[in-house]
């Protein structure tokens, strides 16, 4: 969080002091829908899905001549939705203070997965936050708590510098609520520092792609075992505070907060590999949602606020 | 106030055979919403007559009552224009043994 004091060569944005900060602070505050949020100097984008989709789309799988080449964990990604989140026994519960949030879906096989996107770009190297109240719960198809039928749930940053950056790095920033596996209850949190090999995709060497998501090279994030409010039906629901602050300067995680839990995030660290041709200063976040069961897992997500220090 | 409207992919590359749906998808914030349905390879076989169907609950559905004939050619496409549907759709087929298509099948809704 800014604290008044210039903190790096900003080329894009004004120079702050304490009269904005203070001031800044007292108009969030007083505002409902940006109080429960802790926001950077810019709000980069504040998304409360009573206004649609807010630019979160469906992470698309690349591909060249066909679509038969998109690789199989992109293939099954489907549109998030936007939802009051309806039950069948208790009707539409709706979101902290509206009545939709985002509704990130996954097919109804164990290990299937759904991820939504927002693309940006990025103007600063510098500190970025990424905050939101999400929850997630398994489809109710069943009378019980189904407390372990939803996998995992998380997000991601897509990041790359700019084009007179030097040798750098596409960094991909990887974090998920390890629910459950294999029907174990294990509610942790972990990194992934590593990707799966890329395979090109068709023959005219323009394009390539990863599955990044993939199950395996998950680690624990150390100290990072916590036990969230799932409630005690299938079809109740609590909102989460998810909070996580990386720097586009080192390229490094810089904390992460969930509800009042804030983590050692030292032992983190992010997916890098070569920079692409394409992808120059590229910021994009997403969230996803897999299942464990033969039963769709549902990420809600009410509320996304990102902002930077600039 | 411009309103709301969006595009949404509920298939995209599927080979369709037996009895095959899409994903369910809430759209209750929209009050019309057309699906189209468009074949990306050649059909294989006899190709039926689509079913809209709705759901109180995502789970459970039955038919809204549009059918949508499946294209027999390769690029065809299909519409249908539904309203009044509540907050779930999804798009359902049944296809005769050996029969099959791929498709993309997208929902366009608008509030």
């Known amino acids: ?310 | 106030m411009l309103s709301e409207n969006f595009t949404a992919i509920l298939a995209r590359n599927e080979d369709w055979s037996a009895v095959a749906t899409t994903e369910p998808y809430e759209a209750g914030w929209a009050r019309e919403a057309v699906i189209f349905v468009r074949t990306l390879k050649e059909p294989q076989g006899p190709q039926p007559k689509a079913i809209v169907e709705l759901s109180p609950d995502g789970i459970r559905w039955l038919p809204e009552g549009s059918l949508l004939q499946l294209p027999e050619t390769k690029d065809g496409i299909a519409m249908a224009r539904i309203a009044h549907f509540g907050n779930w759709l999804r798009l359902r087929a049944v296809f005769d043994d050996g029969a099959s298509s791929t498709v993309i099948v997208t929902l366009h809704l608008k509030s």
């Open chain 1, 1 to 310: 969080m800014n604290d008044g004091k210039e903190t790096g060569p900003l080329t894009n944005a004004p120079a702050f002091d304490d009269m904005e900060t203070a001031m800044l602070r007292a108009l969030r505050l007083a505002d409902p829908a940006l109080s429960r949020f802790d926001p950077m100097r810019r709000i980069i984008s504040h998304d409360d899905f009573a206004r649609g989709h807010c630019g979160w789309s469906q992470l698309v799988g690349n591909y060249e001549d066909t679509l038969d080449t998109m690789l199989p964990g992109y293939a099954q990604h489907t549109s998030a939705m936007l939802s009051t989140l309806g039950h069948w026994d208790a009707g539409s519960h709706g979101g902290v203070d509206s009545s939709y949030a985002l509704k990130i879906a996954t097919r109804p096989r164990p290990g299937a997965q759904n991820v939504a996107i927002k693309r940006l770009t990025m103007r600063e190297r510098c500190p970025i936050r990424f905050e939101a109240f999400v929850t997630f719960k398994p489809e109710a198809t069943e009378l019980k708590l189904s407390e372990a039928d939803v996998r995992s749930f998380g997000f991601l940053f897509d990041l790359q510098g700019g084009d007179e950056d030097g040798p750098i790095d596409r960094v991909m920033p990887h974090m998920r609520f390890l629910n459950a596996a294999d029907g174990k209850h294990l509610q942790k949190w972990q990194f992934k520092p590593e990707t799966t090999k890329f395979t090109a995709i068709g023959d005219s060497d323009k394009t390539a792609s990863h599955y990044h998501l993939a199950p395996d090279g998950w680690k624990d994030l150390p100290g990072g075992a916590q036990r969230l409010c799932y409630n005690e039906i299938a079809t109740k629901v609590n909102w989460t505070y998810l909070r996580f602050d990386f720097d586009l300067a080192e390229m490094k995680a810089l904390s992460f907060r969930c509800n009042d839990r804030e983590f050692d995030m030292s032992g983190f660290e992010p997916i890098r590999i070569p920079a692409m041709k394409n992808l120059w200063c590229m910021l994009n976040v997403c969230l996803f949602a897999e299942t464990d069961v033969a039963k769709r897992a549902f990420l809600y997500v009410d509320s996304v606020c990102i902002s930077g220090d600039f």
